[in-house]
């Protein structure tokens, strides 16, 4: 297994969304899941180890 590089997984988390960083603080243990979730999935995707499938439920935004 390669190893882990720090600087790699925290431009992952501060690219995840705004409401993921946020919410893995938050007291309800269902939104800390969900925010964990999704900081997992950005981290996953930016390593390149999961598909980016689009998700049909969200919304397309112009950047």
């Not at 988390?13 to 800390?32: D, N, Q, Y």
């Not at 997992?40 to 112009?62: C, H, W, Y």
Request: no cysteine; net charge neutral.
């Amino acid at each position: 297994m390669d190893k882990i590089d720090e600087t790699r997984v925290a431009r992952a988390i501060l690219a995840a969304p705004g409401w993921a960083r946020v919410g893995i603080s938050a007291p309800k243990e269902s939104t800390r899941e969900a925010a964990a979730q999704e900081l997992a999935l950005t981290i996953t995707k930016m390593f390149g180890e999961r598909s980016s499938a689009i998700d049909p439920n969200q919304l397309v935004l112009a950047l």
